[in-house]
């Protein structure tokens, strides 16, 4: 109390203070006695043990890291490793797992559709993203999981998972074939893309921009076969040399992130489209758009495919129908032609034609796989496939009557 009377006498002079002051933060005795701001924090006296609990927390957490594969600025980086499940990588006379077999060739022109399940292909822990036929021959199948890993898968003989490749950290988002299907491209959600030989496993490259890239294209042309296009997250088209590992051309146009590449016109242009509702041409090598698409009432397109004929590509709109626009000079919408009666909403479901150019089909959002009539537009068959998603379809190059359907169930499955 003294200490109070002094402290009283310095600041009130001789009158008495309430000693209700003392408690409020807000007045000058307050200041005074406690030398500091009312807002000033506590001395908290630290803590330099760590209690059961949290040391227990940071084991978890170290633990959790780990696993996931920690992230670095540019992409995230894994040990490349990979899995041979066959018996052997070549056979007795010395042909590689990998050669297609020697009498492959088409049954028939005519294609037709798929009625009964007579394969399923599964391996993958989580969805699968994206499928592959092996280029001209289709006797391997490769996938793209949701569980970081891509697996091949023979077609004709065992129906085995034959090896799997494991080198990125997260989802894998989209796989390409190289010409001949001695190597593949694969692009992650750990913003990486990888090049890897098919045969062995081997990741022959890796690039990235530190962005996440939602398609990889080669260029179709055989000497061009070392150039790589992605579109990416951030709205780029990048263009790399896979010789050199250089980024060659940036296409940077688009308001949204590119979801499709498809390379037309004799592989002199290519059709992108994104997020931003629009599409562009552009041609190869030079970043200025030679054709812009965009009107008030189209909806992203997440998935676009080819004609076999090459006049037409199919484009899957988010408003439930799949558009046809041309690939002549004016890339004009071909109004007659519009397939409906999927739901798609919300689902990037691949778009494919049959070889032979008389069906359409696609994926949907409820795991049912349709069938269209190129000419009549008509539905002709719906498949139920998957539970959940059905999200890609490919028709068997050779097998004209052959499909294959992935989903987000995990599985591939073949139909004939």
Same mark, same amino acid.
């Given at each position: 109390?003294?200490?109070?009377?002094?402290?009283?006498?310095?600041?009130?002079?001789?009158?008495?203070?309430?000693?209700?002051?003392?408690?409020?933060?807000?007045?000058?005795?307050?200041?005074?006695?406690?030398?500091?701001?009312?807002?000033?924090?506590?001395?908290?006296?630290?803590?330099?043990?760590?209690?059961?609990?949290?040391?227990?927390?940071?084991?978890?957490?170290?633990?959790?890291?780990?696993?996931?594969?920690?992230?670095?600025?540019?992409?995230?980086?894994?040990?490349?490793?990979?899995?041979?499940?066959?018996?052997?990588?070549?056979?007795?006379?010395?042909?590689?797992?990998?050669?297609?077999?020697?009498?492959?060739?088409?049954?028939?022109?005519?294609?037709?559709?798929?009625?009964?399940?007579?394969?399923?292909?599964?391996?993958?822990?989580?969805?699968?993203?994206?499928?592959?036929?092996?280029?001209?021959?289709?006797?391997?199948?490769?996938?793209?999981?949701?569980?970081?890993?891509?697996?091949?898968?023979?077609?004709?003989?065992?129906?085995?998972?034959?090896?799997?490749?494991?080198?990125?950290?997260?989802?894998?988002?989209?796989?390409?074939?190289?010409?001949?299907?001695?190597?593949? &491209?694969?692009?992650?959600? #750990? /913003?990486? =893309?990888?090049? !890897? %030989?098919?045969? +062995? @496993? *081997?990741?022959?490259?890796?690039?990235?921009?530190?962005?996440?890239?939602?398609?990889?294209?080669?260029?179709?042309?055989?000497?061009?076969?070392?150039?790589? &296009?992605?579109?990416?997250? #951030? /709205?780029? =088209?990048?263009? !790399? %040399?896979?010789? +050199? @590992? *250089?980024?060659?051309?940036?296409?940077?146009?688009?308001?949204?992130?590119?979801?499709?590449?498809?390379?037309?016109?004799?592989?002199?242009?290519?059709?992108?489209?994104?997020?931003?509702?629009?599409?562009?041409?552009?041609?190869?090598?030079?970043?200025?758009?030679?054709?812009?698409?965009?009107?008030?009432?189209?909806?992203?397109?997440?998935?676009?495919?080819?004609?076999?004929?090459?006049?037409?590509?199919?484009?899957?709109?988010?408003?439930?129908?799949?558009?046809?626009?041309?690939?002549?000079?004016?890339?004009?919408?071909?109004?007659?032609?519009?397939?409906?009666?999927?739901?798609?909403?919300?689902?990037?479901?691949?778009?494919?034609?049959?070889?032979?150019?008389?069906?359409?089909?696609?994926?949907?959002?409820?795991?049912?796989?349709?069938?269209?009539?190129?000419?009549?537009?008509?539905?002709?068959?719906?498949?139920?496939?998957?539970?959940?998603?059905?999200?890609?379809?490919?028709?068997?190059?050779?097998?004209?009557?052959?499909?294959?359907?992935?989903?987000?169930?995990?599985?591939?499955?073949?139909?004939?």
């Amino acid at each position: 109390m003294k200490d109070v009377e002094m402290e009283n006498e310095v600041v009130g002079g001789e009158h008495e203070v309430d000693p209700t002051e003392i408690d409020n933060p807000a007045s000058d005795v307050w200041l005074m006695k406690n030398k500091k701001s009312p807002w000033a924090g506590k001395k908290v006296g630290v803590q330099t043990e760590l209690t059961e609990e949290q040391k227990k927390y940071a084991e978890e957490y170290a633990k959790k890291k780990e696993e996931k594969g920690h992230s670095v600025e540019k992409g995230e980086h894994l040990v490349d490793k990979t899995t041979f499940h066959g018996k052997e990588e070549r056979d007795y006379q010395g042909r590689s797992w990998i050669a297609p077999p020697k009498d492959a060739k088409a049954t028939n022109d005519h294609c037709y559709i798929p009625k009964r399940l007579i394969h399923t292909w599964s391996g993958h822990t989580k969805g699968v993203s994206a499928i592959r036929f092996f280029p001209k021959y289709g006797h391997l199948i490769l996938s793209a999981g949701m569980d970081t890993k891509v697996k091949i898968w023979d077609v004709f003989n065992s129906g085995k998972c034959m090896r799997t490749y494991m080198g990125h950290s997260k989802a894998v988002r989209d796989i390409s074939f190289c010409n001949d299907g001695t190597k593949f &491209l694969t692009a992650g959600y #750990d /913003k990486n =893309i990888k090049y !890897w %030989d098919t045969e +062995t @496993g *081997q990741v022959i490259s890796t690039f990235s921009t530190g962005k996440i890239p939602y398609v990889v294209k080669l260029n179709p042309d055989e000497d061009k076969q070392h150039i790589l &296009l992605a579109g990416m997250s #951030d /709205k780029k =088209i990048v263009q !790399w %040399d896979i010789n +050199t @590992g *250089q980024t060659t051309q940036e296409y940077d146009q688009h308001l949204g992130a590119v979801n499709t590449i498809t390379f037309v016109d004799n592989n002199r242009r290519f059709v992108t489209s994104s997020d931003d509702k629009s599409l562009r041409v552009w041609e190869f090598g030079i970043p200025v758009v030679i054709k812009y698409i965009s009107e008030p009432h189209m909806h992203s397109m997440p998935a676009i495919s080819l004609h076999p004929n090459t006049n037409w590509l199919a484009a899957q709109s988010l408003d439930n129908q799949i558009l046809i626009y041309s690939t002549r000079e004016r890339f004009q919408l071909n109004k007659k032609k519009r397939f409906a009666g999927h739901i798609v909403a919300g689902y990037a479901c691949q778009v494919n034609f049959s070889p032979d150019g008389r069906f359409v089909m696609s994926g949907d959002g409820e795991g049912k796989c349709w069938f269209w009539d190129w000419k009549s537009c008509k539905v002709f068959r719906t498949l139920k496939c998957h539970e959940g998603v059905c999200i890609g379809c490919e028709w068997h190059p050779l097998e004209q009557s052959k499909v294959a359907t992935c989903g987000w169930d995990g599985l591939i499955k073949y139909w004939d």
